[in-house]
């Protein structure tokens, strides 16, 4: 059983629209982080949500975390080509949480 | 700041051969960490490095191996190379061993693939 489930885990939409992925798990995290990784390079840190009910943003994409901490979404508004990437979260906590990354949802925009 | 640096880029070996893959963190940055990313099974932890010292591992055979230097600068080996093996081999820097909320800072990775 995976720490953490992202879905969808592909997602292909086209410029302009507008999408929401989804990182869930049964356990509670103090925070956690989303990260893009484009092809042919490493994961990049987008955001840290910390508090049961934040929402965060960052231009067009929007990060929000569960009032629980147990889950999070990311909704991506007039997706752009350059958004294409895996969507990875991980969460953040006492123990061996930071290692766990999350499935991924790997997003093509196309244009 | 220079980023996490990773060489080489890509590699190609045969089976059974052994393979030394090398990452060089941020400046300042003593925590270091390996990933080998594969389509399968995502993102997996290998192993992680403070002061030298191996502070963490993850759940893969004795064939993975790895070593920090003074420097912080981080070697991973891999033995008797099989062709599971093949995968992106990610370095990820950070400045806490004791993470929490720390980031981790990603190199583009190494490339191997076993033949």
């Known amino acids: 059983t995976q720490l953490l489930e992202q879905s969808p885990q592909f997602l292909s939409i086209q410029e302009g629209e507008n999408l929401t992925v989804y990182c869930n798990s049964s356990?509670?995290?103090?925070?956690l982080q989303w990260y893009r990784q484009e092809p042919g390079e490493g994961p990049v840190l987008l955001v840290t949500?910390?508090?049961?009910?934040e929402v965060k943003k960052l231009k067009r994409l929007t990060f929000q975390f569960g009032d629980a901490r147990k889950d999070s979404s990311l909704h991506i508004t007039a997706a752009q080509t350059g958004d294409t990437g895996l969507y990875l979260c991980?969460?953040?906590?006492?123990?061996?949480?930071?290692?766990?990354f999350g499935t991924g949802t790997r997003l093509k925009v196309l244009a | 700041k220079a980023g996490v640096t990773q060489t080489p880029r890509y590699l190609i070996k045969t089976r059974g051969q052994q393979v030394t893959l090398s990452c060089s963190p941020i400046?300042?940055?003593?925590?270091v960490s390996w990933y080998q990313q594969t389509p399968g099974q995502g993102l997996q932890f290998l192993f992680e490095?403070?002061?030298?010292?191996?502070?963490n591992k993850g759940n893969f055979p004795g064939r993975f191996s790895g070593r920090q230097f003074s420097n912080s600068r981080s070697e991973m080996n891999v033995s008797t190379l099989e062709l599971g093996d093949s995968a992106l081999y990610l370095c990820?820097?950070?400045?806490?061993?004791?993470?929490?909320?720390?980031?981790?800072?990603f190199g583009p990775g190494t490339r191997l693939t076993v033949l």
């Open positions: 991980v969460p953040q906590g006492p123990g061996t949480y930071k290692y766990i």
């Open positions: 400046s300042g940055h003593r925590s």
């Open positions: 949500v910390v508090t049961g009910g």
């Open positions: 356990s509670v995290f103090s925070s």
């Open positions: 990820a820097s950070s400045l806490h061993r004791d993470r929490g909320r720390d980031t981790q800072y």
């Open positions: 490095y403070f002061s030298e010292t191996q502070r």
